[in-house]
Structure formats: structure tokens, C-alpha cells
């Protein structure tokens, strides 16, 4: 059984910073891609970052050039580096892994209040 363990959520004012991770854990092999994705409330889930390994990250528009994904190989995790947070950052934010034959599997959520 693979499970994702995120932290690094919490409340803070617009402008301010925050790092979210995201560690696997059980047996998990050959992770393609690892990413993040946010729900606000009542909005549909959607996607903010992700990244393959060797690559670059690929990231929504709203988020570009505010948040940075990296991940670590060799401690199966991932991370969210964001800054110059907006209220609309605002959401639940996912981690997730494309891992083994084509395997999804997300983390429990992790919530991201960003005040005015």
C-alpha cells in the first residue's frame, strides 16, 4: 500500500510564503510524475503543478512564476514552494504520483488559507 503524506499548509497574509511537501511511503516503484493540484471551495478540483523526473516543472497559468515544484528521487517526495501568495490561492492542495504501470494515487489534502 503507497501512501502521501503532506504538510506544510497553514494560514498566512497575501504576499507571504509557503512550502508544502509531500513524502510517499510503502511500495511504491518507479514514480513518473509527481504534482499538485488544489480544491477551493465549491470549485472543481484542478491541477497547479507537476513535474517528471530529470524534468522541469510544467505549472497552470494562474501559478506561474509564483510557485516552483521540485521533487527528491531519493526521498520519494515532492514539494510546492510558493510565494507571493494571493487570496485566491486559497484551496485544499493534492499531492499526487503517476507511479509503477500507470498507478494515481493522492494524498489526504492539505489546506492553504491565504488572507487580505
Known amino acids: 500500500q503507497v501512501q502521501l503524506v503532506e504538510s506544510g499548509g497553514g494560514l498566512v497574509q497575501a504576499g507571504e510564503s509557503l512550502r508544502l511537501s509531500c513524502a510517499a511511503s510503502g511500495s511504491v516503484f518507479r514514480i513518473n510524475v509527481m504534482g499538485w493540484s488544489r480544491q477551493a471551495p465549491g470549485k472543481q478540483r484542478e491541477a497547479v503543478a507537476s513535474i517528471i523526473s530529470g524534468g522541469a516543472g510544467t505549472y497552470a497559468d494562474s501559478v506561474k512564476g509564483r510557485f516552483t515544484i521540485s521533487r527528491d528521487n531519493a526521498k520519494n517526495t515532492v514539494y510546492l514552494q510558493m510565494n507571493s501568495l494571493k487570496p485566491e490561492d486559497t484551496a485544499v492542495y493534492y499531492c499526487?504520483?503517476?507511479w509503477g504501470s500507470g498507478r494515481v494515487t493522492w494524498g489526504q489534502g492539505t489546506q492553504v488559507t491565504v488572507s487580505s
Open positions: 499526487n504520483l503517476v
